[in-house]
């Protein structure tokens, strides 16, 4: 029998406000001492009152559009039930049946097919503190970090519309662009800051009923969720076609094994006794908010993408890879606009390989990147390449030690005493030097082995450290080598 994967997320997304969802707590607490970002209402204190954050509501309004979610004219806040030693109040404030936004979808791209992924709603909460477990010879304890408790949660619930696990991944990939893109979140997955829970099943190829579904958390990256995908998919398809029944649980992705366990099954899930927040006015949004927020909406990646293809007449492959990556699209634009001789096509090409390789290798993102190396000062760089002064390969350590020092190219060439060599008379001698220096590679060549030309040039390149132009130098060894061989 043949099967069929259905895979529903659910995103939880912190949000980029400066204070906590109910209290004036700061919410920039990454780099604070435990515990010192709170007060009586993060506390959880009895008595204390919570007020609504309302550039969270406005976030959480901004994604709802952004989703093609209508924002609902009535919300409210729910409780939500259970005790946890993380939860400081034994309940957290959360939207149970009035969302903030519901039945919206996103577009995915997967071997150049377009799908649209429902989105089941958008709603809001409050993040839990943090438990740092400990070890000692006396015992094992547990420490609470409350800087985290009331910090503003945003959730996505996504429809169970994906079949793939790569379908799974190009969905997050998407949502987080699109989270960059409006500012609401870092999207930063591995600290945490986005979070996704995975609903997972599998039925007959043809079957319109769901299977038994199993949740999979703790999983840190895009890579842990395709491989998670993975490995459920193919342990459901087996044990279904080993005849077994699947049973609805919640499993945890172990990263070191590979593979899911079972962490507990339907009959401990929890009842959350949900019931209206009695602290809290429902929140009734009007469409005047709902207009100005959507007027503030910013381009998103789409249509950036599209814009690129049009405007820059790049290619729709590196215009989708620049345009997914808000800090990189930024970095694109601004470098080719910081002049009007810019050429898209060259600072696009640098862009998705040799600044990437620096990001990648510095673990810095594109933002920071253009503080140390300013955009009319990289467009001067691929400028040098393009008028034929440096050629690529040279220009690579130039952008290396622009991206160190903050010189400019200019400066660097000059201090280095680089540049390329149009003197042709001189690079006719190292030419000629290479030929006599080689013997063999030069009789194999005249045998017809045409690789050991490319040794040859490598040779001049090497002799001139890089700063001849590996064109001209193919083509004068060539002549030269003619020459000779006929005389
Ligand atoms: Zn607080």
């Known amino acids: 029998m043949e099967y069929e994967t259905i895979i529903g997320l659910e995103v939880h997304a912190q949000l980029l406000t ?19 970002h709170v007060c009586p209402v993060c506390l959880g204190m009895p008595g204390v009152l919570p007020v609504i954050n309302k550039q ?40 149970f049946d009035a969302p903030i936004g519901r039945k919206g979808w996103l577009t995915i791209e997967v071997d150049g097919q377009r799908k649209q992924i429902g989105i089941t709603r ?30 503003p949660l945003m959730e996505i619930v ?26 609401v979140s870092t999207g930063n997955m591995e600290e945490g800051s986005f979070r996704c829970d995975a609903n997972i099943s599998v039925r007959p ?3 319109a009923e769901f299977g038994a579904k199993v949740e999979v958390k703790n999983m840190n990256s895009f890579k842990a969720v395709y491989l998670a995908m993975e490995y459920e998919a193919q ?44 602290d809290l006015p429902p929140l009734v949004i009007g469409r005047d908010w709902v207009e100005a927020v959507r007027k503030r909406l910013p381009e998103l990646p789409e249509a950036r993408r599209n814009r690129f293809i049009s405007d820059y007449n790049l290619p729709v492959g590196s215009s989708s890879q620049i345009a997914s990556a808000k800090d990189m699209a930024d970095f694109f634009e601004h470098s080719v606009k910081s002049h009007k001789d810019a050429s898209p096509k060259e600072i696009s090409n640098w862009i998705l390989g040799e600044v990437s390789r620096i990001t990648n290798e510095n673990k810095i993102n594109f933002f920071e ?23 690529g390969t040279m220009a690579k350590p130039i952008l290396e030690e622009m991206f160190n020092t903050g010189k400019s190219a200019a400066e660097i060439i000059k201090e280095r005493g680089l540049s390329q060599i149009s003197d042709t008379g001189e690079l006719e001698k190292i030419v000629a030097e290479v030929i006599n220096s080689n013997i063999q590679p030069v009789a194999d060549y005249r045998a017809g082995k045409e690789t050991a030309l490319k040794y040859l040039v490598g040779q001049v390149m090497k002799a001139t450290r890089g700063r001849a132009n590996p064109q001209l130098v193919n083509d004068m060894l060539k002549q030269k080598l003619a020459e000779t061989s006929s005389s």
């Open 18 to 36: 400066r204070s906590k969802m109910y209290c004036g707590c700061s919410a920039d607490y990454a780099s604070a001492p435990p515990n010192t």
């Open 56 to 95: 969270a509501v406005e976030f959480t309004m901004m994604t709802a559009l952004a989703l093609n979610c209508p924002v609902s004219d009535f919300t409210k806040f729910d409780r939500k039930n259970y005790p946890y030693p993380d939860l400081m109040k034994g309940y957290q404030i959360s939207q």
């Open 122 to 151: 958008v709603h809001l909460e409050e993040d839990v503190a943090k438990l740092l477990h400990r070890t000692s010879p006396d015992g094992d304890y547990s420490l609470v970090d409350v800087n985290r408790s009331g910090c």
């Open 158 to 183: 996504g429809e169970p519309d994906l079949r793939s696990p790569e379908e799974a991944r190009q969905y997050l990939v998407k949502l987080r662009s699109i989270l960059q893109y409006l500012g």
């Open 205 to 207: 190829v043809g079957s």
């Open 235 to 278: 342990r459901q398809r087996k044990a279904a076609a080993e005849g077994k029944r699947l049973v609805q649980e919640t499993r945890g992705w172990v990263e070191a094994q590979g593979k899911t366990v079972s962490q507990r099954s339907k009959e401990y899930a929890h009842d959350y006794r949900y019931f209206p927040e009695p």
């Open 369 to 391: 990147f253009e503080k140390k190396v300013l955009p009319i000062k990289f467009f001067e760089l691929t400028d040098l390449v393009v008028k034929g002064t440096i050629t």
